[in-house]
């Protein structure tokens, strides 16, 4: 990986590690690293636009801009409701196929920038508002990704793990934006997530589709190696799977494993 798009996606994971405890920062450096070893690195320009918004409220609600022309804003309605704006279009950033997103955080947020070589993406990035502002919640961020190549085309993302944007990248020869999506497997005795299933997914013209190799979704193993993570190619993703055929919301907590000891059972 060159080094200016290493120290450019490093610049942008700056805000994101500087809120985490010192304790933790090797440890989710090593998770950050183990991700960004899926993505290429040739032809792609990452940026940010802005971290400032300006507020400005009318009889619609409160949006939130950028001096950036053209960009995305975001605009807060009545009852915890909210979108995505841009020229003419307005995409529900609530409302989404992991289940209810919150609000971001607008003194957090930024817009990002995503370049293709005949793709060109906007991201409104930050925390969640309200409970996903304190202790364990905080560690998802919101991505709502716009295509704004020719007609937009809206995406609604979150990443897991304090990731932020590192959830998104470019697969080798992709010729579009990917995202790496980040479903908890397993948690150590003490409770904290030490393995993590991970499944491709590209940017395309009708939705978010899982990437293929060889008829299987493309998908990875993360697991936590004392204070390193290890990341390795598999064919199953069973947690993920049950998630999404019951229809489970992207912050369903892991169920318990059944008398996974003996000494566990009782009588």
């Given at each position: 990986m060159p080094f200016t798009h290493r120290f450019c996606r490093y610049l942008l994971a700056f805000p994101l590690l500087a809120a985490l405890p010192l304790a933790q920062a090797d440890t989710h450096e090593s998770l950050s690293a183990a991700v960004e070893s899926l993505w290429s690195s040739e032809q792609v320009s990452t940026s940010v636009l802005s971290s400032q918004f300006t507020q400005q409220d009318t009889k619609a609600g409160s949006h939130y801009?950028?001096?950036v022309k053209n960009s995305p804003a975001y605009l807060e309605t009545a009852e915890e409701a909210a979108?995505?704006?841009i020229g003419r279009k307005r995409?529900?950033?609530?409302?989404t196929p992991w289940g209810d997103f919150p609000r971001l955080d607008m003194r957090s947020a930024?817009?990002?920038e995503f370049k293709l070589p005949k793709k060109h993406y906007q991201v409104l990035a930050g925390p969640g508002a309200g409970l996903f502002?304190?202790?364990d919640w905080q560690r998802y961020g919101f991505l709502h990704v716009v295509d704004v190549s020719a007609a937009p085309l809206y995406y609604p993302l979150y990443a897991d793990a304090y990731l932020g944007e590192h959830v998104?990248?470019?697969l080798p020869d992709?010729?579009?934006l990917n995202y790496a999506r980040l479903v908890p497997a397993s948690r150590s005795r003490n409770g904290e997530i030490d393995a993590y299933e991970i499944t491709l997914y590209a940017l395309e013209?009708?939705?978010l589709e899982p990437v293929l190799r060889n008829g299987l979704p493309l998908s990875y193993a993360l697991k936590r190696e004392g204070d390193a993570w290890g990341i390795d190619r598999v064919e199953r993703t069973p947690v993920t799977t049950t998630r999404d055929e019951e229809h489970r919301a992207f912050t369903t907590p892991l169920r318990p494993p059944l008398f996974s000891r003996k000494e566990d059972r009782r009588p």
């Open positions: 801009r950028t001096e979108w995505v704006v995409f529900n950033a609530v409302a930024r817009l990002l502002g304190v202790g998104l990248g470019r992709s010729p579009v013209r009708k939705g």
